[in-house]
């Protein structure tokens, strides 16, 4: 039996809106056993936040492990791959908690790395502070590149757009880390002790989701509750395995 990999926003739900063809889906999974985990380039929440956000909207059954968000991809795929343990960052509660869990010291003396995640109340003052340590040596690492992200309300600013001005100011460019990129994927199924094979990768996101899924070789489901629908598919040029209006014609 396969493993769903589940994004969130504009799959499961919109800021604090529910999807409920995702909680019918999410009810099926669970009273059939079947296997899920969250798959998120959101940055923002611990997984305890993550799961008490759901919690709030109606969704039941969710445990913290299940999450595996792009800030847990950051700070493990530096610890892979630079030396130095000293760092600056943009972000929330989710970024603060991965930073910590993977040993890292939060310090605004010389630090080796700037850590960009979205964080909805960050301020000039904030982004010149952080660009000041990017001009002095530090190392910029976004936890990801999404342009926008899906809100009740339509759409917001997403990482990526921030992540942007900090490489045009730099002259940095980041890591390419979270979705599409395999190495989200390869440090996801190392954490869930996953193979390709195993797994089908749902989203609302063509250029990331999808993307990643086309990237890979490994199965995707594309779900029209989000960001993009299938009249994207041709324009973008990313073709998911499987398109649905909604999470429930899975059931």
Do not use: W
């Not at 929440?45 to 919690?55: F, G, L």
């Not at 600056?88 to 040993?103: F, H, M, P, R, V």
């Not at 952080?130 to 809100?151: E, P, Q, R, V």
Request: proline content about 3%; hydrophobic content about 40%.
């Amino acid at each position: 039996m396969k493993t769903y990999c589940l994004d969130l926003d504009g799959t499961m739900y919109r800021g604090t809106a529910i999807i409920e063809s995702a909680k019918a889906f999410l009810d099926h999974c669970l009273e059939k056993n079947i296997p899920f985990i969250f798959l998120t380039n959101n940055a923002m929440r611990t997984q305890d936040e993550n799961r008490i956000h759901m919690e709030k909207m109606g969704y039941t059954g969710i445990k913290n492990e299940m999450f595996y968000n792009s800030a847990m991809a950051s700070c493990e795929f530096v610890r892979k791959n630079y030396e130095g343990n000293k760092v600056y960052y943009i972000g929330q509660s989710g970024l603060k908690e991965a930073l910590l869990e993977n040993g890292f010291e939060i310090s605004e003396e010389h630090p080796d790395f700037v850590f960009v995640g979205l964080n909805k109340n960050a301020n000039y003052h904030d982004y010149s502070k952080a660009l000041s340590f990017l001009l002095g040596g530090a190392k910029l690492i976004g936890t990801n590149k999404d342009h926008i992200l899906a809100s009740p309300n339509g759409f917001e600013m997403g990482n990526g757009a921030i992540l942007a001005m900090f490489e045009f100011a730099s002259k940095q460019v980041s890591p390419d880390i979270a979705k599409p990129s395999p190495t989200m994927l390869e440090l996801c199924m190392e954490h869930f002790h996953l193979k390709k094979e195993d797994i089908i990768l749902v989203g609302d996101n063509l250029e990331t989701d999808i993307r990643l899924g086309q990237n890979t070789g490994v199965e995707t489901i594309f779900v029209q509750t989000g960001i993009h629908t299938k009249e994207d598919i041709d324009r973008l040029g990313i073709f998911p395995t499987r398109v649905v209006n909604t999470l429930e014609e899975l059931i």
